[in-house]
């Protein structure tokens, strides 16, 4: 069984600040995948990387891949109160298996 | 644009009592999906199905039952309901040849589920 572990669990900044949160696993994987989810809905697919060093940028969101595929980050640049909620990184083997990491809960105060 | 939907949003079952969860999407993906979320945790994967007619077993499918008689439904039957059943489930959809993997794409709104 692949482990996602992500880092930290918990984090609460003031608005503004940047931050970056962290997938790792000792596990190669096909693709990776990172989700928002707010409290009460379901989870809501942010971006996929498949490429070892990918860097994605969405907005004010970063997303990038381990050259060796086994982590990935999440760096977020002025951070909004909007941006609050559950970050889920999701990690994809050749077999068609997904394994999801226990998430980093963000808090954004304005 | 209706997505995935599931029913019911919130539902408390007594210890022993059976119930289906209903999973509906209007994308014509083939591959469905059903997880489970315990506070704090990450998903942990129930079953899936890859097409109507194809289930297959996830990570935690003690308990539970699921069938796919039509692209469109996927639902989840707890036969015999324990407090460790209690939890969030979500169901989940990816269009069939989504080359990045098998990771679901659409989620639903979850269900609520408590076992007293």
């Known amino acids: 069984t692949q482990l996602l572990e992500q880092s930290p669990q918990f984090l609460s900044i003031q608005e503004g600040e940047n931050l970056t949160v962290y997938c790792n696993s000792s596990?190669?994987?096909?693709?990776l995948q990172w989700y928002r989810q707010e409290p009460g809905e379901g989870p809501v697919l942010l971006v996929t990387?498949?490429?070892?060093?990918e860097v994605k940028k969405l907005k004010r969101l970063t997303f990038q891949f381990g050259d060796a595929r086994k982590d990935s980050s999440l760096h977020i640049t002025a951070a909004q109160p909007g941006d609050t909620g559950l970050y889920l990184c999701?990690?994809?083997?050749?077999?068609?298996?997904?394994?999801f990491g226990d998430g980093t809960t963000l808090t954004v105060k304005p | 644009n209706a997505g995935v939907t599931q029913t019911p949003k919130f539902r408390i079952l007594k210890i022993g009592q059976s119930m289906t969860l209903q999973c509906t999407q209007d994308?014509?993906?083939?591959?469905m999906y059903w997880y489970r979320q315990d506070p704090g945790m990450g998903l942990k994967l129930i079953y899936y199905?890859?097409?109507?007619?194809?289930?297959d077993k996830g990570e935690v499918p003690n308990g539970y039952n699921v069938s796919r008689s039509t692209t469109e439904d996927f639902p989840l039957r707890l036969e015999l309901a324990a407090p460790s059943q209690t939890s969030v489930y979500f169901c989940?959809?990816?269009?069939?040849?989504?080359?990045?993997?098998?990771?679901?794409?659409?989620f639903g709104d979850g269900t609520r589920l408590s076992i007293l």
């Open positions: 994308m014509n993906h083939n591959y």
């Open positions: 199905s890859v097409g109507a007619g194809i289930t």
């Open positions: 989940a959809s990816s269009p069939r040849y989504y080359k990045i993997g098998n990771q679901p794409q659409h």
């Open positions: 990387v498949v490429t070892g060093g």
């Open positions: 596990s190669v994987f096909s693709s």
């Open positions: 999701a990690g994809n083997t050749n077999a068609g298996k997904s394994t």
